[in-house]
Nanobody, 112 residues
Framework: QVQLVESGGSLVQPGRSLRLSCVAS????????TGWFRQAPGKERERVAC????????NYADSVKCRFTISRDNTKNTVYLQMNSLKTEDTAVYYC?????WGQGTQVTVSS
């Protein structure tokens, strides 16, 4: 059983930045792809960003391209999501995904 623990969610004003972190309790973390998803109220969960095992390949949802950056530190079993120029429509619960596991989610609220 792999545990994923997200952190970094908060209430921020539009235009500000946040960095989310997700730590995996798995020593084979470096061998697998990982990613971030989000779910806004009343909407389906959607993929935000994904990264290959060694970090060479990334993929972003069109809505976050050029604003969000996914990265990982395999020595710490951690994946990050740097979110810049946040918009109200980025408000959602953000989830880390690794292999078939989900984290518990961290709330990001963008509001003035």
């Amino acid at each position: 059983q792999v545990q994923l623990v997200e952190s970094g969610g908060s209430l921020v004003q539009p235009g500000r930045s946040l960095r989310l972190s997700c730590v995996a309790s798995d020593d084979t973390f470096a061998a697998y792809h990982t990613g971030w998803f989000r779910q806004a109220p009343g909407k389906e969960r959607e993929r935000v960003a994904c990264m290959s095992s060694r970090g060479g390949d990334t993929n972003y949802a069109d809505s976050v391209k050029c604003r969000f950056t996914i990265s990982r530190d395999n020595t710490k079993n951690t994946v990050y999501l740097q979110m810049n120029s946040l918009k109200t429509e980025d408000t959602a619960v953000y989830y880390c995904r690794y292999i078939g596991y989900w984290g518990q989610g961290t709330q990001v609220t963008v509001s003035s």
